[in-house]
């Protein structure tokens, strides 16, 4: 069994990009917090794109193969549609799809209090740093 962690725009700079609002680490940092947090569980199958296309395709994936997803949609959380019904395929088949956030986007600008993913989320976990990660994948393994 594995767990599918999409990440999406902008979400490939992490340690460099604005460290103050998401921390040092990057991306590979994350893979080895998640895979040491499954502890051989799951198979963690971490992925980045700045493209919505491709975040849309591993969506239609993950209902294909019934795969759970960890989520941070990053800017598209705030304003695609077509990310959202793309969403809403997932969970409406039955498969959880948790959307994370770094950081808390209620403390952060107006644009970012809105998420168009959260209403066909399973659950929504933000504020903790990787530690969003590491919950949503608790929430998952428990389940
Ligand atoms: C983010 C929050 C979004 O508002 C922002 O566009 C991101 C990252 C987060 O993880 O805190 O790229 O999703």
């Known amino acids: ?3 599918l962690v999409l ?3 902008n979400l490939g700079r992490l340690g460099s990009r604005e460290p103050d609002v998401y921390g040092s680490q990057d991306l590979a940092s994350l893979e080895k917090l998640l895979v040491a947090e499954a502890d051989g ?11 919505e296309a491709e975040l849309i395709a591993w969506l239609y ?4 193969t019934g795969t759970p997803v960890i989520l941070n949609p990053a800017a598209f959380t705030h304003y695609s549609y ?19 956030h770094i950081s ?11 998420s168009v993913i959260s209403g ?14 590491r919950l949503a994948l608790r929430g998952i393994l428990d389940a």
């Open 82 to 100: 077509a990310l959202r019904d793309a969403a809403a395929l997932v969970t409406k088949a039955g498969v959880p799809l948790i959307e994370v």
């Open 41 to 51: 569980r799951v198979e963690i199958d971490l992925r980045q794109t700045n493209d």
């Open 7 to 9: 990440n999406g725009p």
């Open 1 to 3: 069994a594995s767990v």
């Open 61 to 64: 994936e993950a209902v294909d």
């Open 104 to 114: 808390n986007p209620h403390a952060r600008e107006t644009f970012r209090h809105t």
């Open 120 to 133: 066909v989320a399973s659950g929504v976990i933000a504020g903790f740093g990787f530690g969003s990660y």
